[in-house]
């Protein structure tokens, strides 16, 4: 049998879908290049933003559309933050076309489910979460990426910012143990991969439950240490829990790539005491300026969301200001959409018309291309180390890689780059890349 995985939302959505794919490979199934091709088709859910949700239900459309075209009928398995949302919904919404809905804990699960559903054809809800225990069986996951590779080392979270359904979808917090996650790392290195991101849903909150004396700074110094990786990255951190420590680690270590993703997520503290994100604009800006003494080099990109119930136009206009004091070489934006379970969603009611989230999102995104552009041009003529991760999907003979600050930058090169480090000098910019042409050998 064949599989095809699709996946929607954030890098841990992407690992899940690795581990997915491993599991199923290690149960004897072979990938499939296309849903046209495949016996089975996982869909891996993100439900953060509404528009995901409506994604899936299209989506879910053209594979019935498909069958009927194609006569085909692959079984379908929903997986991820919807799935464990929506449960038997799923079902109603999609009759006879979903077999499996397959929570966020049960993916261990995923090769004995799809054999149950392959042999009955009767549609299985698989939703509870059994595992406290966040550990993965070493060596399983089929990593998508042949320079970088994703280690998860929380699951979870218990914070329930006010907007936010990831505990309600991804249950309370849990960390791996130090050893797993060297041991993923260390495996990751032997199979060439360059680059580890550190993931978690707040990933600078670690506390290695096999070591106590390990907190998310001593495990960067750890996996520091580890031969084969050059670089480290890890998404995403809390501000408040952006240490001098934290701090230190990123300034310190040469192989933690210079660059942060601080979520804001509002510049007003009205606002952000409404989100329940514990921290203040003052305490923020505070933390900012902090981290730029510390790292003057040092790249920052955030999270926004606009129109959250009870915004005013002045709490808007903070967060026009706090965007530009801050100058972020990129941002993540979005108008609230309502998520089920959420403290916002019971207690508050969503007051801001849509085409004033839908003006606010455009002012705001308009003002930070302006900055984005400005950064970008004052780049021209720097010579930064660029880690190759691919070739262009337009030309064959360009390559695209970051710098450790996360800019992309594109030039031209072989493909036998791929993976090597390469000092590119920046010679224009484009609206979210830059180019140049390489400079000396690649390492």
Known sequence: MKYFIETYGCQMNVHDSERMAGLLEQSGYDPADSDLDADLVVINTCSVRERAEDKLY????????????????????????????????????????????????????????????AGQRAPRIAIDNPYEDPSFPLGIVRRGDSVRAYVTIIEGCNDFCAFCVVPYTRGHERMRAKAEILAEVREAAASGRREVQLLGQIVNHYQAPDDPACDFPALLEAVHEMPGIDRIRFASPHPRHASDRVIAAVRDLPKVCKHLHLPVQSGSSRVLGLMRRRHTREAYLDLVARIRAAIPNVQLSTDMIVGFPGETEADFADTLSLTEAVGYHSMFSFKYSERPNTLASRRMPDDVPEEVKTRRIVALQSLQRSIQSNLFQRSIGETPQVLVEETSRRREWELTGRTSGNTVVNFPGPPAWLGRLVDVRIERTGPNSVWGQAVGDPR
């Open 58 to 117: 299209t989506r879910l459309g053209e594979i019935k559309e498909m069958g009927r075209e194609h006569g085909r009928a692959p079984i379908v398995a929903v997986t991820g933050c919807v799935a464990q949302q929506e449960g038997a919904k799923l079902l109603k919404r999609s009759p006879g076309i979903v077999d499996l809905v397959v929570g966020t804990q049960q993916v261990k699960l995923l090769p004995m489910l799809v054999q149950a559903a």
